[in-house]
C-alpha cells in the first residue's frame, strides 16, 4: 500500500507570528478581558478540544501530545469543521485538579504550543484526510514551530510591545505577570522581538 507522504516545508517566522496573532485577536474579540493574558484553557475548549493529564508526555516519543477524534472538511470553503481533539498536559497541581482551572505558566505553554500542531501541521493539511502524526521528535522543525506559534499566541507582537513600552517598562516579571507566562519565556520573547539583547 503506497501512502502519500506530505514533505516537511518550514513556516517562515513572519507566518507563524500571523496565525498565531490572528487567533489571539479573533478569541480576544469575542471574549473582551481587561489584561492580555489569553485563556488558552476556555480556547482549547472552543476549538473543541479536551485536556487530558498524561505524565509520560513529555519523556516518550510514542506518547501524543495531541490528537483528533474527529472532523469535517467543508468542500466549499475548504475549511475544517466540528473539529474534536485531546490536548495532553504532564502536570496539574492538586489546585488546578480541585478548581479545574489551569494556572501553571509551563502548562499554559503546552496547551499553547499543542494548538500550533493543531494549526500549523493538522489544519494546513487540505487534502481530505488529516493526517494522524507529526514531528514531536526533540528540536525537529514541527517542534520549534509549534514552540514559535504557542509564543506569539500568549505573547502576541503588538500587545507585548505596547506593555512592555507602557505598562511594564521593560520589567520581565511585570510582563510576565500580564500575560501569565514564565520568566523565561517572556525574556525569551522579549529578545525575539529586539526589545532587550
Do not use: C
Not at 117 to 124: A, S, V
Request: net charge neutral; no cysteine.
Amino acid at each position: 500500500m503506497q501512502t502519500n507522504h506530505i514533505p516537511e516545508i518550514p513556516y517562515m517566522v513572519e507566518h507563524i507570528e500571523q496565525r498565531a496573532e490572528k487567533l489571539y485577536n479573533t478569541y480576544r474579540n469575542q471574549h473582551p478581558h481587561p489584561t492580555p493574558a489569553l485563556d488558552i484553557q476556555q480556547l482549547t475548549y472552543d476549538l473543541g478540544g479536551k485536556i487530558w493529564l498524561n505524565p509520560d508526555v513529555n519523556r516518550l516519543l510514542n506518547t501524543p501530545e495531541l490528537d483528533i477524534n474527529d472532523y469535517t472538511l467543508n468542500s466549499e470553503t475548504r475549511q475544517w469543521e466540528n473539529i474534536s481533539f485531546n490536548s495532553y498536559i504532564p502536570y496539574l497541581s492538586l489546585h488546578e485538579q480541585n478548581t479545574r482551572t489551569i494556572r501553571n505558566v509551563f502548562t499554559r505553554f503546552r496547551l499553547a504550543h499543542n494548538l500550533g500542531h493543531l494549526y500549523l501541521h493538522i489544519l494546513n493539511n487540505k487534502t481530505g484526510t488529516l493526517p494522524n502524526s507529526y514531528n514531536k521528535t526533540p528540536h525537529s522543525q514541527q517542534e520549534r514551530e509549534a514552540n514559535g506559534f504557542a509564543a506569539t499566541l500568549l505573547m502576541p507582537k503588538t500587545h507585548f510591545t505596547h506593555h512592555w513600552e507602557n505598562t511594564a517598562n521593560g520589567d520581565i516579571i511585570e510582563l510576565s505577570k500580564l500575560f501569565k507566562t514564565g520568566a523565561i519565556y517572556t525574556e525569551i520573547r522579549a529578545k525575539q522581538l529586539g526589545l532587550i539583547n
